[in-house]
């Protein structure tokens, strides 16, 4: 089980999902079926609009994942990678602050998901 909470100026107010580990679903497909929203265009890692901060209530048992590359390069394009993090995650496997929605598994960890809207768009 892994709580997440959803928080964003396009929201009232935060709001806490239940979700059943192992079901593997995306951050972005959870927070569709949950009428959250997050922006979103190609589904893919390739506009970049999804783009969410997360954060570990208990930085400690944080999940490895193995970034693609595709999302690597778009958070750099977006500049929502540092190279520390770059480091991190190709050497010990450990998520950046920033992620893609739609390339973020949920994991069997809680976490806060916060959004600010279409970044890729003025
Ligand atoms: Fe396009 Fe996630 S929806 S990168």
Do not use: W
């Amino acid at each position: 089980m892994a709580n997440v909470t959803f928080s964003s100026p396009l929201m009232p107010r935060d709001l806490t999902v239940y979700a059943v580990a192992g079901e593997r679903g995306t951050l972005l497909a959870l927070a569709k079926a949950n009428n959250i929203p997050i922006p979103f265009d190609c589904g893919d890692g390739e506009c970049g609009s999804c783009l969410v901060e997360v954060r570990h209530y208990q930085p400690g048992v944080r999940y490895g994942i193995a970034l693609t590359e595709k999302e690597k390069e778009m958070l750099r394009q977006l500049g929502k990678i540092t190279r520390e993090e770059i480091m991190d995650a190709e050497v010990n496997d450990m998520p950046p602050r920033h992620r893609l929605a739609c390339q973020c598994f949920v994991r069997n960890e809680d976490i806060e998901v916060r959004f600010e809207g279409d970044v890729t768009k003025p």
